[in-house]
């Protein structure tokens, strides 16, 4: 085994789980794989459609300990971004924004995350 045929067979079992007929209930994700001289192994993620990724999860669970709003929506050099995940193993730039309207993601730190997405007194 060597690392093209590892990328060979990770793209034919992308294109083979979806014809069990599994794909409209769940996501499948094929993640990294390692190998030695005979075999690979591939994490294998199956999670429900639509429900929400760790980040997502883990973004829920420290908001409100870093008092932030998760519904806000910043405007960062003319362009809109909202609060999407937090990495609880990246220390230095934990939060993850998304710019509106695309799939690009970005991290941020604590302090930009503050700055941008702070709560707001409702008096």
């Known amino acids: ?3 093209t045929t590892a990328k060979i067979l990770r793209e034919k079992l992308k ?3 979806p014809m069990y007929g599994i794909s409209e209930e769940y996501e499948i994700t094929v993640g990294n794989a390692s190998y030695d ?4 192994t591939f994490k294998v993620q199956i999670k429900e459609t639509g429900a929400p990724s760790a980040e997502e999860k883990d973004l829920e669970r420290y908001a409100n300990l870093y008092e932030l709003d998760i ?12 609060l999407v995940g937090f990495n ?3 220390r230095k ?3 993850i924004i998304q710019k ?3 799939n690009n993601k970005y991290k941020i730190t604590e302090q930009q995350a503050q700055r941008f997405f702070k709560q707001t007194e409702d008096a």
């Not at 001289?37 to 690979?40: N, S």
């Not at 519904?71 to 909202?82: E, Q, R, V, W």
């Open 1 to 3: 085994m060597d690392k």
């Open 15 to 17: 294109d083979l789980l």
């Open 88 to 90: 609880t193993r990246a």
């Open 71 to 82: 519904n806000k929506i910043a405007s960062i050099d003319g362009n809109k971004y909202s």
């Open 93 to 95: 730039q934990p939060f």
């Open 37 to 40: 001289d005979t075999q690979v």
């Open 100 to 102: 509106m309207g695309t």
